[in-house]
């Protein structure tokens, strides 16, 4: 594979890596949802998507006609997929840097304010009054925990309420690091500075091989 396409393909990952590695070093944990989560992986990934299945299934005549634009177009139409596909997931939320043992206590003070009825299953929590039913899922090597929808009959306006909730409950909690951010930092410079290297090293290839790639 030529520099061009390897920066390519590091680009967004070595981004997405960066930032998953600032969250788990960070001594705070981060409440987010699943369609940024699911988006940000999306991202993270593009550079393998235009080098793969783009660029082997590229219509060389609408290339040839349109030139730059037709990979425009082409990052458009995968913007679009990855949307549709974060739109049709069920509603999810994901706890950077806290363990699941910690989390269970502050959820289940919160959902006693937030709804009186709701109750416990084993590792699911159902809420009536918000419309929502999860199961809790652990991840130990990240050290992160998901609250995954328990069924398709879900309130989004529940769910919003709730990452509200458990956002502000989380602000003022502090955690220790997570030693495992330390190799996605390391993986995330070594693959700029093998970016930085190559460019600056083999400017005339990767000048060379954009202008064939956009067929300019």
Known sequence: MDP??????????????????????????????????????????????????MELFLPEATVWRLGALAWLLLLAFYGMCLTLLVLLMRPRLVIYNIRTDQVRPLLADLVSQLDSTSRWAGECLIMPGLGVQLHVEASAAMRNTQLVAAGPHQSYEGWYKLERALTAELRGIKCARNPYGFSLVFFAVFMIASMTFWLVNDADTVAHSLREMLRL
């Not at 920066?7 to 981004?15: D, E, F, Q, W």
């Not at 001594?27 to 393998?48: E, F, H, K, Q, Y």
């Open 4 to 53: 061009l396409h390897l920066c390519i393909v590091l680009a967004p990952l070595s981004v997405y890596l960066l930032l998953l590695g600032v969250i788990n070093l960070s001594r705070r944990p981060l409440v987010t949802n699943g369609a940024r989560d699911a988006a940000a992986l999306g991202v993270g990934i593009s550079g393998l998507i235009v080098v793969g299945p």
